[in-house]
């Protein structure tokens, strides 16, 4: 599931303030309504809705292994696929 956007999290807090239920911005934002108390909380706790610089997953690859990746399935689209349609142990 993708996360809010900055401004989906902006709209759910304007919501809020003019009454709108947990359950309601759930349903309208298709998200649990735990990721609405989330928002709603961080809102009070902070007044800021969106992340802070380096929270979340740390990077697992360089910027610099990223172009390699990209610049390879350029030139070899199909390479991972042809992997994939290899038999077990005939290739």
Do not use: C
């Amino acid at each position: 599931m993708p996360s809010l956007s900055l401004l989906q999290k902006t709209q759910i807090v304007t919501l809020l303030e003019e009454g709108w239920s947990i359950r309601a911005l759930a349903q309208r934002f298709e998200v649990n309504k735990s990721t609405i108390l989330r928002v709603k909380r961080k809102w009070q706790q902070e007044i800021v809705v969106q992340r802070k610089n380096g929270s979340g997953r740390k990077r697992v690859t360089t910027p610099e292994n990223d172009e390699n990746l990209i610049q390879f399935l350029r030139n070899n689209p199909f390479e991972l696929f042809k992997e994939k349609m290899d038999p077990v142990g005939k290739g």
